[in-house]
């Protein structure tokens, strides 16, 4: 059965590597970071299984449901604060620690904690902020798996409004991996868009210093 269009070496002749050149950034697109079959059996077990939750989120003193279901699972004791919440995290199940595993290989870094955000139809988004909260450390790396429709991911730099802003379609079963000082200055959003669109499940990988006692 084939669910998503799914992009690789072999399917494109196109490198399934592409590290882009940005100043204050590393950043690497592995396309086909995992093979189709699993990529398919995690969309869809992970969009059954994964403890989805539509949370509130506080802009400028107000407060809104968030444009997208999330759900955050790490080790005990990894607490997250976003946007004013503080989230405990759900154990690890197989399907995670499985994707996770493969992560750290490439990554060269090991995670304790996974965000999963689910863009059910493109009314779903998220806003244009970095990964940049105290708890996540100094020059993060942070490792941005997606599975289902693929997504536009756009990136500008905070401070040097000169540099283009760039957009990187994250296809299903690709890795990013964000390295570098680029939490500090550069900024990511994926945008809504109009057209019908499927799902689309995203995970990002990250270490978290600071625990909960
Ligand atoms: O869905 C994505 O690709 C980005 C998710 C994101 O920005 C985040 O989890 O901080």
């Given at each position: 059965m084939s669910l998503f269009e799914h992009t690789s070496l072999f399917t494109?002749?196109?490198?399934?590597t592409i590290h882009y050149d940005l100043p204050d950034a590393e950043v690497t697109l592995y396309k086909g970071f995992f093979h189709k079959e699993d990529a398919d059996r995690l969309y869809t077990s992970l969009l059954k299984d994964t403890n989805w939750k539509q949370e509130d989120i506080t802009v400028y003193g107000k407060t809104y449901p968030t444009p997208r279901l999330t759900a955050w699972y790490g080790d005990p004791q990894t607490a997250y604060t976003f946007s004013g919440s503080k989230w405990e995290p759900y154990p690890w199940n197989a399907d995670l620690l499985f994707i996770k595993e493969k992560v750290e290989k490439a990554a060269g870094a090991t995670f304790n904690s996974v965000l999963l955000n689910l863009y059910?139809?493109?009314a779903d988004s998220v806003g244009w902020h970095r990964d940049?909260?105290?708890?996540?450390?100094?020059?993060p790396v942070i490792a941005s798996v997606s599975f289902g429709e693929t997504r536009p991911f756009h990136i500008r730099h905070k401070f040097r409004k000169e540099l283009a802003r760039m957009e990187i379609p994250l296809t299903h079963g690709s890795l990013l991996l964000m390295a570098g000082p680029m939490q500090h200055y550069w900024e990511h959003q994926v945008p809504k868009t109009a057209k019908p669109i499927s799902p689309r499940i995203n995970l990002t990988f990250r270490f978290v210093h600071k625990t909960t006692s």
């Open positions: 494109t002749g196109q490198p399934a059910r139809n493109g940049n909260e105290e708890e996540l450390g100094r020059n």
